[in-house]
């Protein structure tokens, strides 16, 4: 059996880990790069196998670091199958036409704009090619053995990250292989805490947080005094999130706070299409997460919800504080660009970044204190305050990552670590270790391994 790590080794993104046994290819996640150009780039280069030879994809979940490469995999001649939880196929449909349309316009806007490094700007991937993929997908029961072929079954088991999110055992040649994908917080404001794996050969578990604990906070306490401050200092809050989850847990949290009389009256704005398309996939899938129907509701109700772009461009130059939650959650494309646009280089304006920020995007330049940054090919000078709330991520830190191994009943032969920068990974490998006396690794891109 032959394991390569094809992305997310050494990186957060990019996830596609391959199997191979017995003539069957397997591949576990099919992301995409996001992050520093070098990384980017690698989005438009083939994979070392023919696509047309790989059997299967096995989805983890819908954020598109592990589904945005299927519609250059289906393009590229995989007609195999890809199984999936039911709302990660809803999420993946999603994600998928949104970043083909988003890929489409910015393409077309770097044309008429002539600032294209290239001579044509082209998508990764059109709207056309994303509908390709779908008559692929296959919905899958969790806990339940999903036979792949005569000696290789799957079971998935919930991870807790967003909604749809498993964890992959893969049983073959008498061996056990326990893919994390992206493990969720134990204490997760709605979702349940994630299943722990009993038996595994080997482990090939996620690393984004493997150096970090995340802060004992209330981020209800500094989510309120984020947005009072702002709204005293006559200023607009922008809170860049991704639609699936994140964007929903605050949509939460600031319906309680405002429940509660803790923060003003001023417009609550939610501008991601995808993310109000994300709250009927809420509603369909209840036995997931821990919101009622009338919760749902009445959180709802609280909102401005704006699809059209003409709407945004209203809310944009609207002069009234008000508090907006936009797509995307790394600021690397989507409507909260054309926010920033207008608010970042004013010092009354606030952004809250409450997700993971992968290197080389804005959000994480941001973060890092950068004094200006690019947009649609232009330099806009940082004026704004930049705040964290990082007990808002839907990522494990070290602790969840250790507790998640802490039922296995048997010792695995390897623990490989992936999807995480070196540093992280590498601080988890030596804690992995130090508590349980793991054989543990951190792969590189590109690698093959023997098992």
């Not at 509701?297 to 130059?317: G, L």
Request: a negative charge.
């Amino acid at each position: 059996m032959k394991v390569t790590f094809l992305g997310g080794a050494g990186t957060v993104t990019g996830s596609k880990t391959l199997v191979e046994s017995n003539g069957i290819r397997i591949l576990i996640d099919c992301g995409q790069f996001q992050g520093i150009k070098p990384l980017r780039e690698l989005n438009w280069e083939p994979l070392s196998i023919l696509p047309s030879t790989i059997d299967y994809v096995l989805l983890t979940h819908g954020h598109l670091d592990h589904c945005g490469w299927l519609p250059r995999l289906v393009n590229q001649g995989f007609e195999g199958k890809i199984y999936c939880t039911s709302p990660t196929k809803e999420i993946t449909k999603l994600i998928l036409r949104d970043s083909a349309k988003i890929q489409e316009e910015e393409a077309n806007q770097a044309n008429e704009g002539k600032y294209s490094k290239h001579e044509i700007a082209e998508p990764l991937y059109t709207v056309e090619q994303v509908e390709h993929v779908l008559p692929l997908f296959r919905v899958i029961q969790t806990n339940e053995e999903v036979a792949l072929d005569a000696e290789i079954s799957a079971v998935f088991t919930n991870a807790g990250h967003i909604l749809g999110a498993c964890s992959i055992a893969l049983h073959l040649e008498n061996k056990t292989l326990v893919f994390s994908g992206d493990i969720g917080r134990d204490d997760d404001v709605l979702l349940f805490a994630p299943t722990q794996p009993q038996k595994a050969d080997y482990v090939f578990l996620e690393s984004t947080y493997g150096n970090r604990i995340h802060p004992d906070e209330d981020v209800k306490l500094l989510l309120g005094t984020y947005i009072n401050n702002a709204y005293h200092n006559g200023g607009t809050v922008i809170i860049p999130s991704f639609a699936v989850e994140r964007a929903q847990t605050i949509m939460y949290l600031i319906w309680q706070l405002k429940q509660e009389d803790k923060i003003p009256n001023m417009p609550y704005i939610i501008d991601t299409p995808m993310g109000i398309s994300m709250l009927d996939i809420f509603e369909k899938n209840k036995k997931w997460h821990k919101l009622s129907s009338e919760e749902c509701d009445a959180m709802c109700k609280q909102f401005s919800m704006i699809s059209d772009y003409q709407e945004t461009i209203n809310a944009i130059y609207d002069k009234r504080s008000k508090v907006v939650i936009a797509a995307s959650g790394m600021i690397t494309g989507g409507r909260v660009l054309s926010y920033l646009e207008r608010y970042i280089g004013l010092p009354e304006t606030t952004v809250i970044i409450v997700g993971y920020q992968a290197e080389g995007t804005r959000g994480r330049k941001l973060l890092d204190g950068a004094k200006e940054i690019k947009i649609r090919g232009k330099y806009y000078e940082v004026q704004a305050k930049i705040l964290e709330i990082e007990g808002l991520s839907a990522h494990g830190d070290q602790n969840d990552l250790l507790n998640w191994l802490s039922a296995l009943e048997n010792k695995p032969k390897k623990v490989f670590l992936v999807h995480g920068e070196n540093q992280p990974a590498d601080e988890l490998r030596i804690k992995i270790q130090e508590k349980y006396g793991y054989d543990c690794s951190v792969p590189m891109m590109g690698q093959t391994i023997e098992l």
